[in-house]
């Protein structure tokens, strides 16, 4: 590790961290915000996941670390979190009043680098820029064994002589560091440790895209990448790292589809797990179902056409297993790319910066993925299967691309580091995802279309119920409200200040009352939580629209009219990859 | 002289939560946290919370009329109510909130809605005076009524914000 890494640069460190807390309780945010004002971080709240990405979005750069609590109307908390590394990849940490260890296992494996149960105290904030740190640390390291990558990959295929270039690959190494440790220098002068992000336009992804599919999967690697793109500003490590998230994406979106497929109808012995190549072969198998839905599907964006076209030629060489059904068409299709192109990839750059750190130790050696993958294949192989949803034709947006090697490379570690990386690129397949079951939602506004899209994602049915519940909720209220009984003692509540703001204490329409709960309320508190509820409702059904991807937000926002044939959601969904 | 009495009254009365189990070391954890830049932090924070949990309680109420009962709709409230609860050391609150998702949790059968009842009667007396008046049965009638007095206690007390908060979570 670089000296200057070691320590602190500025006295102050960890002071002027800047925090982003998104909880949607009030009065836990304000707690959260007071502590950790006294740890001398730099705070900024909100309660809505929504709003939290759009400020992570408007800055990159803007914060160091995000806390967020699991339960949300608008959004699982799971979810900002892999969105959050996904875009941003900066360190999230998890809080819940729910300690289960279930819970805590799916932060970890969505990408936490923490999970805090309430109460939490103040000592446990002050610890937190840790994970900061650490990924700053990470980074370096990621930098490192992308230089090792370099050596490989041109020792592989170039005519380089050794030594000159060893020389190439200090020079660099050596002046990446020294350009980290610059960044650092100033940044924690600054107060706060800024990475120099490149920001994923929707043009630079498309180019970047369109360089991968012009390599071809199997051949696919930074420089190459990077050469193609043309883009004089873009060092190896932007696109490197942007590949590897373009992978996981992919591999998310993978994932997600196998969840929802009737999986089980597929017996997992008919798979091969024994050696790489067998392997190969179930992994292939997917995709060749899906290559063939997915070249079915009209794709607005045209990359994911050429894309369908790069990966029907490796198609030849796997063999399909039979038991896998048309549902796993939905899924991306360069499963089978991902296997070739893993056999030139070396993948160690890729799982460093992912927030698991301590999933990937693997990857500190570079082993050729194929040793590890034979020991675990069996059970990390049928862990990653598991989890593909059944995409239906409403899911037509999602791109064709099958995850990369990283599926393969996931499967080497522990299951939630498969998990884990699975599915932080699933983010945006999920998002697509959600955009017909939302529509649905719209359109209809009833709660029974919510069941049929509850099966597309996992975390999506408890948004839906939500939201479901929330209109649910907006029927008995006029009911109650006939029924309520007058209460004297209501009067003093007027008296009040805090919520009763609305009461017109004299008021009344009271209502008969009954044993419940109802008790204390009168006829106008009761309207005016009637329009705290139907506020409360509205909020949620902007907030179900957040279940689209954040990508979608700004064109959906606008009103609930989106429209909701393919041709519109498709280009929709192809500017929410590109704004990463 | 009435001020002194009032403070003794009011440290009587906070060390009387803690001791029957109302309140819990969060609350000494918000105390703590008020300082001379929010001099009023527990009161803003008490505030906020019992206007969240009013909505939130009415939801429940609303779920709870609801048959037959949506328990993972209810156990979602609870969810956050106590989630809520625990922010400000509610205990007593809190541990309802743990039973009565057990409740939920075992049941999404018939005979549940029985033993709701009691929680319901512990949480909210009913006013035919159904359910005993113990001291824990603090019930928002009470604490609505509290609240007319906390105010008129803010306005003699000045500076003893975590007096109108004893109020308020007591239930």
Redesign the interface.
């Known amino acids: 590790m670089e000296n200057g890494f070691s320590s602190p640069r500025s006295e102050s460190f960890p002071a002027g961290l800047r925090v982003l807390v998104v909880d949607?309780?009030?009065?836990?945010l304000?707690?959260l915000e007071?502590?950790l004002k006294?740890c001398a971080y730099e705070v900024t709240t909100c309660h809505l996941a929504r709003e939290a990405l759009k400020l992570l979005r408007e800055r990159k750069d803007g914060y160091d670390i995000v806390i967020s609590?699991v339960?949300m109307p608008d959004m699982d908390g799971f979810k900002l979190l892999e969105h959050v590394g996904l875009e941003m990849d900066l360190p999230v940490i998890m809080m819940?009043?729910?300690g289960e260890t279930s819970k805590v296992m799916k932060g970890v494996q969505h990408g936490a680098c923490d999970y805090l149960l309430?109460?939490i105290?103040?000592k446990e904030l002050r610890n937190i820029w840790q994970h900061v740190f650490r990924k700053k640390i990470h980074e370096i390291r990621d930098i490192e064994h992308e230089n090792i990558d370099i050596i490989q990959m041109s020792r592989n295929g170039s005519d380089l002589s050794d030594d000159g270039h060893m020389y190439c690959v200090e020079d660099y190494n050596s002046k990446k560091r020294k350009d980290f440790d610059k960044n650092d220098d100033k940044d924690f002068s600054d107060h706060s440790t800024k990475k120099h992000r490149v920001v994923w336009s929707v043009d630079l992804h498309q180019k970047f895209v369109k360089a991968v599919n012009q390599i071809g999967f199997d051949k696919v690697g930074p420089k190459k990448i990077l050469d193609l793109m043309n883009v004089p500003w873009l060092t190896r490590e932007n696109v490197a790292s942007h590949l590897q998230k373009y992978r996981l994406y992919l591999s998310r979106l993978q994932k997600e589809n196998d969840l929802k497929a009737s999986f089980g109808g597929i017996k997992h012995s008919d798979f091969p797990p024994k050696d790489p190549a067998a392997s190969y072969g179930h992994q292939s198998s997917i995709s060749l179902n899906q290559n063939d839905v997915a070249n079915g599907y009209q794709f607005c964006g045209s990359n994911f056409i050429a894309q369908d076209a790069d990966t029907k030629n490796h198609e030849g060489d796997l063999k399909i297993v039979s038991e896998m059904t048309e549902i796993k068409r939905a899924l991306t299709t360069d499963v089978s790319d991902l296997q070739k192109a893993r056999s030139s990839q070396s993948f160690g750059p890729s799982f460093a910066s992912l927030e698991t750190e301590e999933s990937y130790p693997a990857f500190d050696s570079t082993n050729p993925p194929e040793f590890s993958w034979s020991e675990n294949t069996e059970t990390q192989v049928k862990k990653e299967l598991k989890p593909h949803p059944q995409l239906e034709d409403g899911y037509s947006q999602l791109p064709p691309h099958g995850p990369k090697p990283q599926i393969q490379m996931n499967q080497l570690q522990s299951d939630p580091a498969v998990t884990s990386a699975l599915s932080m690129t699933g983010r945006d397949i999920s998002g697509s995802i959600e955009i017909k079951p939302l529509f649905t939602e719209l359109k209809s506004k009833h709660v029974s279309h919510v069941s049929p899209t509850e099966s597309a994602i996992d975390t999506f049915p408890v948004q839906t119920?939500?939201q479901l519940?929330n209109h649910?909720?907006f029927e008995?209220?006029s009911?109650?409200i006939s029924s309520m009984?007058p209460?004297g003692?209501?009067l003093?509540?007027t008296?009040?200040?805090?919520?009763q703001r609305n009461l017109t204490s004299s008021d009344p329409n009271f209502a008969p009352?009954n044993?419940?709960?109802?008790?204390?309320?009168k006829g106008d508190y009761y309207s005016m939580?009637f329009g705290?509820?139907i506020d409360?409702i509205d909020y949620d059904d902007p907030g179900f629209l957040a279940e689209v991807p954040f990508y979608l937000y700004d064109p959906l926002t606008a009103d609930f009219q989106c429209p909701i044939d393919s041709t519109t959601e498709c280009p929709i969904v192809d500017q929410g990859l590109f704004i990463a | 002289m009435e001020r002194i009495q009032m403070r003794r009254q009011l440290a009587l009365m906070r060390q009387s939560f803690f001791d029957q189990g109302f309140l819990d070391e969060?609350f000494i954890?918000?105390e703590e946290?008020q300082d001379d830049a929010?001099p009023n932090?527990v009161e803003?924070?008490v505030?906020?919370?019992?206007?969240?949990s009013?909505?939130l309680?009415?939801?429940?109420?609303?779920?709870?009329?609801?048959n037959p009962l949506?328990f993972?709709?209810l156990d979602?409230y609870m969810?956050?109510f106590?989630?809520?609860s625990?922010?400000?050391?509610a205990k007593k609150v809190k541990a309802e909130c743990t039973q009565f998702r057990e409740y939920c949790k075992a049941g999404n059968s018939e005979g549940k809605k029985d033993k709701l009842g009691p929680w319901?009667?512990h949480?909210?007396?009913?006013?035919?005076g159904?359910g005993q008046k113990k001291k824990q049965d603090l019930t928002?009638?009470n604490i609505?009524?509290d609240?007319?007095k906390i105010?008129t206690f803010n306005h003699q007390k000045n500076g003893c914000p975590s007096g109108i908060t004893m109020f308020w979570f007591s239930m």
């Open positions: 949607d309780d009030p009065t836990w304000k707690i007071k502590m006294k609590d339960n819940s009043v729910d309430k109460p105290r103040m119920k939500s519940i649910q909720s008995p209220i009911t109650v009984k209460q003692f209501n003093s509540i008296d009040l200040e805090s919520c009352i044993e419940d709960l109802t008790v204390w309320l939580n705290q509820s409360f | 969060q954890q918000l946290l929010n932090f803003e924070v505030t906020l919370y019992y206007r969240d009013s909505r309680i009415l939801n429940i109420d609303q779920a709870l009329e609801r949506d993972n709709k979602n969810h956050q106590k989630g809520s625990t922010s400000i050391g319901r009667q949480v909210a007396q009913g006013i035919d159904r928002w009638q609505v009524i609240k007319s105010h």
